[in-house]
């Protein structure tokens, strides 16, 4: 059970953040995916041997980087596609109940007929649905210029798997940054743990690397 009118009002004050995100996504993809040349696979492999570390700090492995889905995977969702939707998730999980409870707003949510579980439901479903909406239009926008630049190149069950996987890790820090929200009572608390435990793990997995 939701709240109709919340949901619409935050609707109406996420969607121009959502669309410059969905814009800078949508420009990295069709740039990374119109670099793909098995050949430039096979010198990115090269300069991954000859310079081992580098680019599997940032998740970019050479390995299978000759097929347009292992270029994909490697350069594509090894970066550009945590980091981007990390920051809208942390963004989207900080504005949606921190920030009501730090400006003192939601004394007024909780006095109108909705209750406290309502509304967090509420902006739960939000958050999830506003992820899965980014995650499956930029997937649709790599398959149609996949296929427009490179037809019959990409294995669409491998991209699509890809997509799901990164929605999966998206929700999964954007829970953590849900549950910091609800429980602290101002947002430079809420947003220094949400961004600095996500942050803190990436670079201990860049160091891992």
């Given at each position: 059970m939701i709240s109709m009118p919340l949901f619409k009002r935050e609707l109406k004050s996420i969607w121009k953040i959502f669309i410059i995100f969905l814009a800078v996504l949508t420009m990295y993809t069709t740039v990374i995916l119109s670099m793909f040349d098995p050949d430039l696979g096979n010198i990115l492999a090269d300069?991954?041997?000859?310079?081992?570390?580098?680019?599997?700090?940032?998740?970019?492995?050479?390995?299978?980087?000759?097929?347009?889905?292992?270029y994909a995977a490697s350069y594509l969702f090894g970066f550009i596609m945590i980091v981007f939707p990390m920051i809208f998730s942390i963004i989207l999980s900080n504005k949606l109940v921190a920030k009501y409870v730090d400006n003192g707003s939601m004394a007024y949510l909780l006095a109108t007929p909705n209750t406290r579980r309502k509304i967090v439901c509420t902006q739960a479903i939000f958050s999830i649905l506003c992820m899965a909406l980014l995650i499956t239009l930029v997937t649709i926008i790599g398959i149609t210029y996949s296929e427009y630049a490179f037809p019959d190149e990409l294995n669409i069950q491998k991209y699509i798997l890809l997509s799901v996987g990164a929605f999966g890790l998206q929700i999964a820090i954007g829970g953590f940054g849900f549950l910091v929200s609800c429980i602290s009572n101002e947002t430079r608390i809420s947003y220094s743990l949400s961004i600095g435990l996500p942050i803190a793990c990436y670079i201990i997995q860049m160091v891992a690397n």
């Open positions: 300069f991954e041997k000859a310079m081992p570390g580098i680019m599997a700090a940032v998740g970019m492995k050479g390995a299978g980087a000759t097929s347009l889905v292992g």
